[in-house]
């Protein structure tokens, strides 16, 4: 193996690792919100600011440090986002009111948002296309098991300890620093242009107003496009924009997004449904919770690797539709049997991460390919911003259906009439996939998976 590839393949491996610390690491206060609201006495709009506030700033930060990964070094932009996700964690731990708790959790944020950015870049700066699907499938499964072991963590650190302590796991990262100054040896691509600061304020106060609107409140609706209409104005007419129209005029490149922002949607689904229907219908504790959530997880982070070779074989289009009609498959049957047993749910349950997984690999794997290496940076970053505010769109539409639809039932199969809401929900994602499906397929049509049954002329060669 050359060593530009041992590089390569040392690189995935502590990105793998800092990925699982960076997911858990979002994720992991959910678990202590009522202990947080119980000790500071906070209603439960207020105590959700240390999820809002996390999530409102690490989108913003997604798209910054990939325009950041442009014009400087990799192993530079990672160590400052590191150096002010410690700072917040040391915040966060010395905290003695709410308002300095929720100002630590968004410091952790604004540096935490430089992992999922470098990440992203690693299989683009370096892999060959031919390898770059196993790549991203490989740090894909970083994010499942990160998934899959944050609820459980939580709990033990919680309820053993103090949920506080739950601020040093981002300590753990600061190990993995070494080995990516020593691996990241990338140059800038762009170091003489001046970075457009008035228009990445612009962006951050459009990503911000739209997540506070579909978290909070829509009052902040009308400055956000207010917000996007100045910043429209500013991509047309600055000499250097934030983000450059050369970017959409990428006809792939927004199509590719415009189909992630749909399976984006899909994979925030099960993770806000299935609790709450395990706990409203069936009655389970919290922990039971986490054990039937827990397989699906580790069943897709397993085969993600797999889920990524495939793609580099067989093609992105092949892994998608492999992944998205057993997805809408599970969908359909989770809308039908909504309310059945826990013992037989995970099963179902696992089936649809497993998919979710794998259609996250082949449209990243899709959209890295439509983006030069100049645009990789901004490019990549816009497209996790992208995913992330879908997937808080999705969760903010379906906590409407649950509320809205509980009595009304959408499906007329559905078995279990208690049930009827998460049924209701299960069956607008069934309807959201089988769009996927069908506008992947107007947009990038069946050739690519047609060609993927046929054999390869070299092998059919040496065969005869």
């Not at 944020?109 to 031919?130: D, H, N, Q, R």
């Not at 259609?359 to 497209?383: D, P």
């Not at 992947?440 to 060669?461: C, E, H, M």
Request: glycine fraction near 8%; charge should be positive; charged fraction near 10%.
């Amino acid at each position: 193996m050359k060593k530009t590839e041992k590089t390569a393949e040392k690189l995935l491996r502590i990105m793998f690792f800092t990925l699982i610390i960076s997911v858990m690491n979002a994720t992991i206060f959910n678990v202590a919100l009522p202990s947080i609201s119980e000790e500071f006495s906070l209603s439960a709009s207020n105590v959700s600011w240390m999820t809002t506030g996390y999530g409102i700033v690490y989108a913003i930060g997604t798209v910054t440090y990939g325009k950041l990964a442009d014009r400087y070094r990799l192993k530079n932009v990672l160590t400052f986002g590191l150096i002010l996700m410690s700072l917040g964690s040391l915040a966060g731990l010395a905290a003695t009111q709410y308002g300095m708790l929720v100002a630590g959790r968004m410091l952790q944020a604004a540096g935490a948002a430089v992992i999922p950015s470098i990440s992203m870049l690693i299989p683009v700066k370096y892999f060959t296309s031919e390898k770059r699907g196993r790549a991203i499938g490989t740090l894909v499964s970083g994010l499942a098991l990160g998934n899959a072991l944050s609820p459980i963590a939580a709990g033990l650190v919680a309820g053993i300890l103090h949920w506080r302590l739950l601020f040093c796991f981002s300590f753990l990262i600061w190990l993995t620093l070494p080995f990516f100054r020593k691996h990241l040896n990338d140059q800038p691509i762009k170091t003489a242009s001046k970075l457009d600061v008035i228009g990445g304020v612009l962006l951050a106060g459009t990503v911000a107003c739209v997540l506070l609107s579909l978290t909070r409140s829509l009052i902040f609706l009308p400055v956000g496009l207010l917000s996007f209409v100045l910043l429209l104005l500013r991509i047309r007419f600055a000499a250097e924009p934030f983000i450059e129209p050369s970017l959409f005029r990428s006809k792939n490149y927004s199509l590719a997004v415009l189909v992630a922002l749909l399976a984006a949607g899909l994979g925030a689904g099960v993770p806000f449904i299935a609790p709450q229907l395990l706990s409203n219908v069936n009655h389970v504790s919290s922990a039971y919770i986490g054990f039937v959530l827990f397989p699906g997880a580790v069943a897709a982070a397993l085969l993600g690797r797999a889920a990524g070779k495939l793609a580099d074989r067989k093609g992105n289009s092949f892994l998608f539709y492999a992944a998205a009609i057993p997805l809408f498959m599970s969908f359909c049957v989770l809308s039908t049997l909504s309310g059945m047993s826990p013992a037989w749910l995970w099963i179902v349950l696992a089936l649809a991460n497993i998919g979710q997984t794998f259609i996250q690999v082949a449209m990243s794997n899709n959209v890295s390919r439509t983006l030069s290496k100049e645009q990789a940076g901004i490019g990549m970053g816009f497209y996790t911003m992208m995913t992330f505010m879908a997937g808080a769109a999705s969760t903010a539409m379906i906590g409407k259906v649950l509320d809205a639809l509980a009595t009304v039932r959408l499906n007329p199969w559905q078995v279990y009439e208690q049930a009827a809401a998460y049924s209701n929900a299960f069956f607008m994602l069934a309807c959201v996939s089988l769009l996927a499906i069908a506008l992947y397929f107007v947009l990038f049509g069946a050739k690519s998976v047609q060609a993927s049954f046929r054999p390869d002329p070299k092998k059919r060669a040496k065969a005869g």
